[in-house]
């Protein structure tokens, strides 16, 4: 039991020795900080530099500007320039589309020019749509001549059927190719944006 009391005795001695070794380490290493930074400042000002010229305490002589050519001077503003690289967005973006496909003939105005409601930008190259054009007004004429021989046949085959000097089936096929070149002839029509 003495070992161990004098164990005990021992680590309450270190206990106590311990506090006082924790303040000297501390106060140590400020203080070093503190000379440290004073140090540092020191450098910072020159103190520690060999070879630099101290500022005379005499005055300087003045000179005479006689036989020099002098200037008045005079307070003017500077414009303030400043260049700067980036790219400009437009707020509004309006995309422009055609109703066909064609090629470009002629462009009437420019990039970011101003333009006004129902003026022509451009002039597209209109060849292929006159041709389909002419297609068109050319099937419009077809199917009113297959109308118009359709109309003639049931004319003639109408009383040859009353007189029963046809068959039925004959002006059947009569009154259905009047049907047909009938519907024909509108729906060329209607394609072509005319009445008929």
């Not at 630099?52 to 305490?57: D, E, G, L, P, T």
């Not at 003045?62 to 700067?84: F, R, Y």
Request: include cysteine.
């Amino acid at each position: 039991m003495p070992s161990e009391d004098a164990n005990d005795h021992t680590s309450t001695v270190e206990a106590v020795k311990t506090p006082g070794r924790k303040r000297l380490s501390t106060r140590l290493r400020v203080a070093l900080s503190v000379a440290a930074i004073v140090v540092l400042m020191l450098w910072i000002l020159g103190t520690f530099r060999r070879g630099v010229i101290q500022a005379s305490k005499e005055p300087v002589p003045a000179e005479s500007a006689a036989g020099l050519t002098t200037q008045k001077i005079a307070m003017q503003t500077v414009p303030s320039v400043t260049e700067a690289v980036g790219t400009v967005q437009a707020e509004q973006v309006a995309a422009v589309t055609s109703r066909v496909v064609a090629n470009i003939v002629e462009m009437h105005v420019s990039a970011g020019q101003r333009v006004s409601n129902g003026e022509t930008l451009v002039a597209l190259d209109d060849r292929d749509l006159r041709r389909r054009v002419e297609q068109a007004q050319d099937a419009v004429r077809g199917a009113e001549a297959t109308l118009a021989q359709a109309q003639s046949d049931y004319k003639r085959d109408k009383p040859l059927f009353d007189q029963q000097v046809i068959t039925p089936y004959d002006f059947e096929h009569t009154q259905t190719n009047l049907k047909t070149a009938e519907a024909n002839c509108t729906g060329s029509n209607k394609q072509n944006g005319k009445p008929k």
